[in-house]
């Protein structure tokens, strides 16, 4: 997911093909009414499908915008859960549903073919939706959430280093090479806009032995006991929070920004541009920490995606209860 949506692309593809995800879905059925949002229903009488991809940002994603579209009078059919960014993204394409919260950097680069990210995020955006147009899809206005590669190290080891920045980060590989250690995925080890490439960005060389590769989900564990001094993450993952770990700002820009923005069918949008003003307040409200708290409450505590996005819903006032 996310970055990794590349190197699946022609898995998801098959999946999309043979209607993966497409083929059953079930209603929405949350006794919601408009709360700030949605006010005088104007999609009633809509009848919309929402989709995401399979994993638990995106499960949560997908039902927030199924609840706004019911608490704005539509009839939704939940299906979310696609594997694979492709099938997601072609079952909107295809209008077999009618919207999702895709990521910018997924769009610029996986499905779009380029190589190098826009630094800034707004002209990132900016550039997806405009490629996006002739392919039958809108992309509404994106959130803060950027959902990014990073790196993370637990607080012993921040205190004791009190590297901020990749840029501290590359001087204390100089001063200090053995104080560099990292755990990362296979992949990031390998690709251009993972650990080569910001070892080249910001100027450092670290030794074969300093790099571990393991499964991302070990990663954050290793991280948070000291195994290594850092640890690639993701920077939604709530188990950032939970683990109290402390993220290294990439100061010079160096990795892709993945904001998420709400992708839909144009022509979905054309007969309904409600859409737009229903989603528009959460979009807006969506930022790393919302979706770090929302994420750790699935992937840590174990609670249902769907229960999480109504209760947060509900929380921010978008929605009532019926």
Request: charged content about 25%; some cysteine.
């Amino acid at each position: 997911m996310r970055r990794r949506t590349g190197l699946v692309a022609a898995g998801a593809m098959l999946a999309a093909s043979a209607g993966c995800g497409l083929t059953s879905g079930s209603p929405m059925v949350d006794d919601v009414e408009p709360g700030s949002i949605g006010q005088g229903k104007p999609l009633k009488g809509a009848d919309l499908t929402v989709t995401s991809k399979e994993f638990t940002e995106q499960l949560i994603l997908g039902a927030i915008m199924g609840i706004a579209f019911e608490a704005a009078g539509a009839k939704v059919l939940d299906r979310t859960g696609i594997q694979g960014s492709i099938g997601a993204r072609e079952a909107v394409k295809s209008g077999d549903a009618d919207g999702m919260y895709e990521y910018t950097g997924t769009a610029w680069i996986t499905y779009q073919g380029n190589s190098g990210p826009i630094t800034d995020p707004r002209k990132q955006w900016e550039a997806v939706r405009e490629a996006d147009l002739k392919n039958g899809l809108t992309w509404l206005p994106p959130s803060a959430l950027n959902n990014t590669y990073a790196l993370a190290m637990n607080q012993a080891n921040f205190k004791k280093y009190g590297t901020k920045t990749l840029s501290d980060v590359a001087a204390l590989s100089k001063s200090d090479p053995k104080a560099v250690t990292l755990c990362v995925e296979s992949e990031f080890a390998n690709r251009a806009d993972g650990l080569p490439g910001m070892e080249k960005a910001y100027g450092m060389k670290l030794p074969a032995g300093n790099v571990t590769q393991m499964d991302t989900g070990i990663i954050y564990t290793q991280a948070a006991k000291g195994s290594c001094t850092y640890g690639e993450v993701f920077t939604t993952d709530g188990r950032i929070k939970s683990m109290n770990l402390v993220v290294m700002a990439d100061n010079k820009k160096f990795f892709p920004n993945y904001n998420v923005a709400p992708e839909i069918n144009s022509k979905a949008l054309k007969k309904y541009p409600a859409i737009a003003q229903v989603l528009d307040p959460i979009t807006k409200r969506l930022n790393n920490d919302v979706a770090q708290e929302l994420n750790a409450r699935v992937d840590v505590d174990g609670e249902d995606p769907h229960a999480v996005a109504l209760d947060w819903m509900k929380d921010e006032g978008f929605v009532k209860e019926g």
